[in-house]
């Protein structure tokens, strides 16, 4: 069976106000990610159990199609670059869209924070999605240096 992770980003330069997300089936491939095209850092990593491989790819496909809609930055179709103005259209298509995909959803909301290695081991397992922040309080952890200037 295969997981469907999505990275969401903090940007590290405050002067642009940007957050990024990057959708995969490999842990690996969303820790790779952050500097990739710009200066980001891993802030929240969702991931759902239980996919065929086809399903992931599928899934991947649909959701940078999507995403690539709303940023319009142009570059990688994996990594997605988006203004603040658009941070709540973004999370409408992750609460409303890949998160209810299942039940239960793994988060781990400081992922930047730990060695990629103990990012299983220190998430919130087999949760449900009324279990994570609202996307105002998740907006302050992204955007909150932004305010200081």
């Known amino acids: 069976m295969f997981e469907l992770y999505l990275g969401l980003y903090d940007c590290k330069n405050p002067k642009l106000n940007a957050f990024a997300s990057k959708i995969g089936h490999s842990l690996d491939g969303i820790i790779r990610a952050k500097g990739l095209l710009f200066p980001v850092q891993l802030q929240d990593v969702f991931w759902i159990n239980g996919f065929t491989r086809d399903q992931v ?11 690539s809609g709303i940023s319009q ?10 203004a603040e103005c658009q941070w709540r259209e973004v999370q409408k298509v992750i609460r409303e869209v ?52």
Not at 73 to 82: N, Q, R
Request: charge should be positive; proline fraction near 4%.
């Open 57 to 67: 790819i599928r899934l991947e496909k649909q959701f940078n199609e999507v995403m």
């Open 98 to 149: 890949i998160l209810p995909i299942s039940e239960k959803i793994n988060w781990h909301p400081n992922a930047g924070a730990f060695e990629p290695r103990e990012l299983k081991q220190t998430a919130f397992l087999d949760i449900s999605q009324d279990f994570i922040k609202s996307q105002n309080e998740m907006k302050k952890g992204y955007f909150s240096a932004c305010a200081k200037r």
């Open 73 to 82: 930055s142009g570059g990688s179709g994996e990594a997605h670059l988006f």
